[in-house]
């Protein structure tokens, strides 16, 4: 008997065959390069609005207030990804804050875009050291992920948490949903429930409240450089916060002055 897997016909199908599975990987792997250069295009963009967002909440932080809101975190705390900085996750409580108690409040937002722990070490608690707020909220860590340092992260927490008043409130790392991503995300979110059990401080669950948006967020809360929120993924960061400010608010704030 003749083997079919010799004949020139079972010869010229494999060829073709291996010829289409090459065509369809090239076209995947061009797809996959414009992709890149795409995201790389839209990152660039984003970019140009750091020193935009910088120089806003610079500005805004030399305005009065009755009550005094600090924000200590990186380029999320700024906004970057919204459509305006006081859209992201910081102006939302400012504004719930201002509507919760009637007053007019000052921002200042020591958040630097890029930011590790160990960066809000350096730049941001010395500033943070000389003023007395009456509201607290640092989300930071994130930037960590990437060249991941367990022992690193840990000293810096500590030293972050230890500067902190014991109303402040401290969120976890949000979910990256990869799952490469997410064992390192698990690590550092224990970190930072430990630390500030031990100093006292209040988790705001920002992981848990990005996780239950699922996969479909990545379509619809995430800008376009696929990373920072959009104003509907920083309305949903504001949402983990916003049951623990409210509460904060009323211990911070008397009940008689609310209701002047």
């Not at 990804?81 to 921002?107: E, F, K, W």
């Not at 949402?239 to 400010?245: H, I, T, V």
Request: hydrophobic share 45%; net charge positive; proline share 5%.
């Amino acid at each position: 008997m003749t083997n079919d897997s010799s004949t020139p016909r079972t010869l010229a199908l494999a060829a073709g065959a291996l010829a289409t599975t090459a065509g369809i990987t090239a076209v995947a792997v061009a797809n996959y390069r414009r992709f890149k250069l795409h995201l790389a295009a839209n990152a660039a963009e984003l970019n140009e609005t750091l020193p935009i967002n910088s120089l806003w909440w610079r500005t805004h932080a030399k305005e009065k207030g009755d009550l005094l809101y600090v924000a200590i975190g990186d380029s999320a705390a700024q906004g970057i990804g919204a459509s305006a900085p006081n859209r992201g996750y910081v102006g939302i409580l400012a504004d719930h804050i201002r509507l919760a108690t009637g007053r007019t409040l000052r921002v200042i937002n020591l958040s630097v875009s890029g930011a590790t722990v160990e960066l809000a070490v350096r730049d941001q608690l010395p500033r943070f050291a000389k003023l007395q707020p009456d509201f607290v909220t640092v989300a930071i860590g994130a930037n960590d992920i990437a060249q991941w340092d367990a022992e690193r992260f840990e000293s810096g927490i500590r030293t972050v948490f230890a500067a902190l008043p014991p109303h402040a409130l401290v969120a976890d790392l949000p979910c990256f949903h990869l799952p490469h991503n997410e064992r390192k995300v698990a690590v550092a979110n224990q970190i930072v429930r430990d630390v500030a059990a031990e100093h006292g401080l209040t988790v705001v669950p920002l992981h848990a409240t990005t996780k239950r948006q699922g996969w479909r967020s990545v379509l619809t809360q995430v800008a376009n450089d696929m990373f920072h929120p959009n104003d509907r993924g920083y309305r949903t960061w504001a949402e983990a916060f916003l049951p623990l400010l409210s509460s904060a608010v009323a211990r911070r704030v008397p009940q008689e002055a609310l209701t002047e």
